[in-house]
């Protein structure tokens, strides 16, 4: 049975943590961690590392940085479970790549396609940004609606949305 996972939660709600468990929980027999993250600097590094360290040897990485939907139409296979996180540096590195909203703006049908269409269980993770303040320039603002729109659009494809606040999962849809 292929199953449609949205975690989301606020920076260090412990949404990864909790959606490399629920991923791990689900039957498949190939385990695919699809990653976005492009470390910069020593810190963030240093995270990719100790996110690397949860996973069991059964996971298999693909980084997609940005040819996510293209990722996910590729691994999301019957019988199998993919995981991405997450979302948030997904719209950063396009946003980073492409200079401008419009053209991050299309990807998201494309990924909203490729949710909707993969065979397989699949657990997408992203920050929820909805709660936080207003920030005090255009990019970042236009940063904080591109990841808005997204969340959106996969809540609505997925089959079961859990919110993490403070290490607790809480269920808000399915």
């Known amino acids: 049975m292929n199953h449609k996972v949205f ?42 590392t100790n996110h690397q360290k949860k996973r069991s040897r059964l996971w298999k990485t693909v980084e997609a940085p940005l040819q996510l939907p293209q990722a996910i139409m590729e691994n999301a296979k019957m019988e199998g479970v993919v995981l991405v996180d997450c979302l948030t ?6 946003l980073m790549e492409n200079e401008g909203a419009l053209s991050v703006e299309h990807q998201i049908p494309k990924l909203v396609d490729a949710v909707e269409s993969a065979d397989g269980s699949l657990v997408l993770v992203s920050n929820e940004v909805g709660t936080g303040i207003v920030p005090e320039n255009q990019l970042a603002r ?3 609606d591109l990841i808005g729109s997204v969340n959106q659009a996969i809540a609505s494809s997925a089959d079961r949305v859990i919110w993490v606040v403070a290490g607790i999962a809480v269920t808000i849809k399915g």
Not at 10 to 37: P, Q, Y
């Open 142 to 144: 236009v940063y904080r």
């Open 89 to 94: 540096l997904w719209i950063n590195n396009l």
């Open 7 to 48: 975690v989301i939660g606020g920076c260090r709600s412990g949404k990864s943590n909790h959606a490399l468990k629920l991923a791990e929980k689900m039957s498949g027999d190939e385990k695919v961690f699809i990653a976005t993250c492009v470390p910069q600097d020593d810190e963030m590094r240093q995270r990719v």
